[in-house]
């Protein structure tokens, strides 16, 4: 049984930094892409970054370019977001998923879920 455990997330004041984690069992973890998502009060579900199985892939939202960095080590079966300068726009619960393919940013495309990590940026 997959199994995607988010963690790291917390009341962060703008323009600062965190990391999240998920950490992944119950999967071959290099062989699956991995995302982040997030999801805003009021508003739908939203993708954020993936990155391919190997770690030299990825892709992101344009909001979070040059702000968030999707990285993976795949010896710990754990992926991370690292993000800066986080802004008020940022807060919301975000997700780790993980699918069996190449990278996508489409929700559906992500059989694997985990239950979340709130961040909240304090202005």
Same mark, same amino acid.
């Given at each position: 049984q997959v ?5 790291g ?9 965190l990391?999240?984690?998920? &950490? ?5 973890f290099?062989? /699956? ?6 999801q ?7 993708f @954020? &970054? ?13 909001? @979070? ?12 079966? =754990? ?11 940022? =807060? &919301? @619960?975000y /997700? ?7 990278? &996508?940013?489409?929700?559906?495309? /992500? ?8 961040? =909240?940026?304090?202005?």
């Amino acid at each position: 049984q997959v199994r995607l455990v988010e963690s790291g997330g917390g009341l962060v004041p703008a323009g600062d930094s965190l990391r999240l984690s998920c &950490a992944a069992s119950g999967l071959t973890f290099s062989s /699956y892409t991995m995302g982040w998502f997030r999801q805003a009060p009021g508003k739908e579900r939203e993708f @954020v &970054a993936a990155i391919g199985w190997g770690g030299t892939s990825s892709k992101y939202e344009d909001s @979070v370019k040059g702000r968030f960095t999707i990285s993976r080590d795949n010896a710990k079966n =754990t992926v991370y977001l690292q993000m800066s300068t986080v802004r008020s726009g940022d =807060t &919301a @619960v975000y /997700y780790c998923a993980a699918r069996p393919s190449a990278l &996508a940013a489409t929700i559906n495309q /992500y059989p694997h879920w985990g239950q979340g990590t709130q961040v =909240t940026v304090s202005s």
